[in-house]
């Protein structure tokens, strides 16, 4: 394992660049719409309805099945030729019309829009003013919410089109009023695993909350009655009561925080950004920042949990991990948050791969500073990245790399390169089971970095690499 | 009462048209199930796009060929990462997708420029490929990008590359059928007889409307290769874009999937004066004939007799353990289009099950007639299946198995019933004798699993005195 190499002496250099072509050769992201119908499904009673092509919907819907195991309700306007010359607005109103007669318990429906409706310049907005008119005709006793989402493929990447989503949806359903005395709890992209371990910190502390979105359910049972529960757990009322929440704590500066931002600007919703909580120190934040929020002491069961997992860390760190030169890509939250992670476990992460052209925020992502002031290594972090920055570095370039951390979209390099894979992040389709453990938090960090060590492990039994070491431990 | 208003549909009566109950004794040409026709919004339909249709179905099965997808990011994405279509030099193909990543700016302003800087990086990264093709999208379409100037231009300083062009955006048509369509009548005329290969063997054909699905293309050949027959190009199965282009120096073409292919076959016929011998490649019965008929046309009937003589001495066996097992199975078959055609007769007459009903997405009315006229009676015909009829129909017909895509199979797996994948198999291949087999096995593995008997057990009850009605045995 370990190879011994003093370190050169030189001061470690942090380069942020950008993906230095103008095609992507595999991206790391899908489109707008994918990340708008993410949020969507994530609230109970809605079906989002996808006003493009019903490739839009199909393949995102294939994704989400191929991710979760599960199957999600996602609606299309399915757009002609018609439509493209005349407008398509029309197919809207008929798909609200169609969904809301045959799903009597629909509560919302998310109108999403692609590169296709966008360009034709469709009017969004004025159609939902005639929507809700015909429903409350047909409908006198129902609400159903409909919400305008602005998602042209063309700017951004799933990442932003799932915030653009999230805001459009509490701009339309959230509420002032009376104060709840509740947490929102915005934690970005994540899975039903984090979110499952986010509310058992919160019940420790006994801290009333709504998380945006719950789910949970995303994992969902084969029931003797042959009942489907495999919906998002976020009611209207929790989305209604966010504008009323004593703050919102936002776990992901690209994914959460249009919406926390539009709580404050609205209902003057108090605002806490933290770092993605990958890692212990991350975790520590968010917990003293909780405390903060709410004056609800951190308990001794999560000093107990954080020691669980630290003292499994510490089995590993400089044993097998240390010097260990680490790539990862994904959603900026997470790949800057699991960059703190790797250092924290002695893991070197030299190459980071964030996927969209929002350039100029990241230069100013204090987390990206950090990384600049503590990183003792060289450390690449390239923007608006394909997979192919990863490949070429490997195949063409000098990039000697001990572990891959990503999601299964590059899978291809890590097997034909024989570098050991850990998948993390989104679609996780080529393990099993990924999205029911946690990322986040202390049992996060920890399961991680088990699954990373015996990664690491099988690596070296399979091309007999020092398999003997395992001989004793 | 043949055609079939179904209870969730009450609001939507239209899709009346569209489902038909085979009854006995009528004339089913009159009750033909109305398709290709534009699917109601807001219905949760299954179908996907024409740019899917002739990228991820057609285009993108090639081994050797870059797949430009002119349009932001997600068209690429999507189509990637959702086939089983291996080849033998590695899976290029699987490996990597290409898109120009557009943005507002070339929304506005036009993404010409765009395309041909991506073209030329594509070559430059990867300078042993020379072969691409380039596809528009919704947004490169709708703004009138002109790639085939683009393509030209970079074909005149790139002399030893060669693109092709398709220009399909989703939303052209009602299906992935137009794209299929597109992409066909596209390669006929601009890239048939643009290059000649060398002819190896008297009997030459082209294998077309086979992708290759888990090796079913290789799988295949391992037969043309016993029959000494010359594969001139397969279409587009572990295809070659440059075999493609040679397709006019075939003596026959042969059809497996009519749908998306057998537009080239009759543009074959009809330039070229090349037959077009449709078969079916799933299942002995069908095989069998199949490789009669194609051996018929070359005078070595000899030949092929000896082959499937030796295929059923090798398999016959074990699919006949399967059909005494599988007997009586209900299956549903919920796909593309022409695999209901393909596979209710031959599983009903290979392996005693019972296809109680079918969806299509994408099939055309000829597509019915045949599933209609090869189908059973009590059996529901269905097209462009939307997910609230497939929970009454699956009340109505009750299937064992449901031989569809893994979203839908995730969702019926919550109602106790095991799914197979009907797109991209669970372990194939499942063409030919061999491959029938596969499909026999993980019928009966997916059939006789335990976990659904265990499903249906609330543990707040007694144990249930009664033990599962199928045992499951060794194969």
């Not at chain 2, 299906?175 to 030459?204: A, C, D, F, M, R």
């Amino acid at each position: 394992m370990s190879t011994c190499e003093v370190a050169a002496v030189k001061p470690a250099e942090v380069k942020l660049v950008a993906r230095d072509r103008g095609g992507i050769i595999n991206p790391m992201y899908d489109c707008q719409p994918a990340g708008a119908q993410y949020a969507g499904i994530g609230v109970k009673d809605c079906i989002p309805l996808v006003h493009g092509g019903q490739g839009c919907t199909m393949f995102v819907r294939l994704l989400f099945a191929q991710h979760f195991k599960e199957n999600f309700d996602i609606a299309s306007t399915s757009l002609h030729e018609d439509s493209a010359v005349f407008g398509g607005v029309k197919r809207i109103e008929e798909g609200v019309m169609v969904l809301a007669r045959r799903y009597p318990n629909l509560r919302v429906i998310p109108i999403i829009t692609t590169c296709s409706t966008e360009v034709i310049g469709d009017d969004i907005e004025g159609t939902i003013n005639i929507c809700n008119k015909a429903l409350k005709a047909e409908f006198p006793d129902r609400k159903i919410h409909l919400v305008p989402v602005h998602t042209p493929s063309f700017k951004g990447s799933h990442v932003t089109g799932y915030a653009e989503c999230m805001k459009s949806l509490v701009k339309t359903i959230a509420k002032g009023g009376k104060p709840t005395g509740k947490l929102n709890v915005f934690p970005g992209w994540v899975n039903p695993g984090d979110v499952t371990e986010l509310k058992h910190y919160l019940k420790e502390m006994g801290v009333d909350h709504h998380v945006f979105m719950d789910t949970e359910d995303f994992d969902s049972p084969m029931l003797p009655n042959k009942t489907i529960e495999t919906h998002g757990k976020t009611t209207v009322e929790d989305i209604q009561a966010s504008g009323a929440a004593i703050g919102s704590l936002s776990l992901a500066r690209y994914e959460s925080l249009p919406a926390t931002k539009f709580l404050y600007d609205e209902f003057t919703v108090p605002n806490h950004l933290i770092d993605t909580p990958y890692g212990i120190a991350n975790t520590d934040a968010m917990l003293r920042k909780i405390s903060e929020i709410t004056g609800k002491p951190i308990p001794e069961s999560l000093v107990r949990e954080r020691g669980i997992a630290l003292d499994a860390l510490a089995d590993l760190a400089h044993m097998f991990f240390a010097n260990k030169k680490v790539a990862i890509y994904g959603h900026p939250d997470m790949v800057l948050g699991l960059a703190k992670f790797c250092m924290e476990v002695e893991l070197e992460p030299v190459l980071l791969l964030i996927g969209d052209d929002q350039g100029s925020k990241y230069k100013k992502d204090p987390r990206i500073e950090e990384l600049k002031q503590t990183a003792h290594f060289d450390m690449e972090i390239i923007h608006n990245a394909d997979l192919w920055e990863l490949e070429k570095r490997i195949t063409k370039g000098d990039l000697k790399l001990d572990l891959i951390m990503g999601h299964s979209k590059g899978r291809y390099i890590a097997i034909y390169n024989d570098i050991p894979m850990v998948r993390v992040g989104f679609p996780t389709f080529d393990r099993a089971g990924l999205y029911r453990k946690p990322t986040m938090g202390y049992r996060g960090a920890m399961e991680l970095a088990e699954t990373i060590a015996n990664t690491m492990f099988a690596h070296m039994e399979y091309t007999k690499n020092k398999e003997w070491i395992l001989n004793t431990w | 009462m043949p055609m079939v208003l179904l209870e969730c549909d009450k609001d939507i009566p239209e899709r009346r048209k569209h489902i038909y109950l085979k009854a006995p004794n009528e004339d089913s040409r009159e009750f033909l199930p109305i398709a290709n026709a534009a699917t109601i919004p807001g219905t949760l339909s299954e179908r996907g796009c024409a740019f899917c249709g002739a990228k991820l179905v057609i285009g993108g099965v090639l081994k050797d060929t870059i797949q430009m997808i002119h349009g932001p990011l997600g068209c690429a994405y999507d189509t990637w990462h959702t086939k089983r279509y291996p080849t033998d030099n590695g899976h290029f193909n699987m490996k990597y997708v290409w898109s120009t990543d557009m943005k507002e700016s070339h929304v506005v302003f036009g993404g010409e420029k765009r395309l041909e800087q991506s073209i030329h990086e594509a070559f430059n990264e990867m300078p042993e490929i020379k072969r691409m093709i380039v596809y528009t999208t919704c947004p490169t379409a709708l703004i009138g990008d002109d790639i085939k100037a683009v393509v030209k231009k970079v074909m005149k300083e790139r002399p030893d590359v060669d693109i092709f062009t398709v220009e399909c955006p989703g939303f052209a048509g009602v299906s992935q059928s137009k794209g299929h369509h597109v992409l066909n009548i596209g390669w006929i005329n601009e890239k048939v007889e643009t290059l000649e290969k060398e002819i190896t063997s008297p009997y030459t054909m082209n294998f077309i409307g086979d992708f290759n699905i888990q090796g079913d293309t290789q799988l295949l050949q391992t037969y043309w290769d016993r029959l000494g027959i010359q594969v001139i190009a397969h279409f587009t199965g572990n295809g070659t874009y440059d075999d493609l282009r040679c397709m006019h120096q075939a003596q026959l073409n042969v059809v497996n999937c009519a749908r998306s292919s057998g537009y080239i076959a009759n543009e074959l016929k009809k330039r070229y004066g090349i037959p077009r011998l449709d078969i079916d490649s799933w299942g002995f019965n069908y095989m069998a004939e199949g490789i009669r008929k194609i051996c018929a046309f070359f005078g070595i009937e000899d030949k092929g007799e000896a082959l499937i003589a030796d295929e059923y001495a090798k398999w016959k066996p074990k699919l006949d353990w399967y059909k005494e097992r599988l007997k009586g199975t209900k299956m549903a078959i919920w796909t593309g289009g022409p695999r209901l055609w393909h596979w209710t007769k031959s599983v009903e007459d290979d392996l005693g099950i019972k296809v109680v009903a079918m969806s299509s997405k994408f099939g055309h009315e000829e597509d019915f007639e045949k599933v209609i006229a090869r189908g059973q009676e009590g059996t529901y015909y269905i097209d462009d299946g939307n997910e609230l009829e497939f929970f009454e129909i699956i009340d109505r017909v009750k299937p064992d198995v449901i031989f569809t895509g893994p979203r839908v199979g995730e969702l019926v797996k919550k109602l106790h019933i095991p799914y197979v994948n009907g797109h991209a198999y669970h372990n194939g291949p499942y063409m030919g004798f061999e491959g029938f087999v596969n499909l026999a096995r993980d019928t009966y593995n997916a059939v006789y699993n335990p976990l659904a008997h265990l499903a249906g057990i609330d543990i707040r009850n007694e144990i249930p005195a009664q033990l599962p009605e199928r045992i499951r045995e060794a194969a």
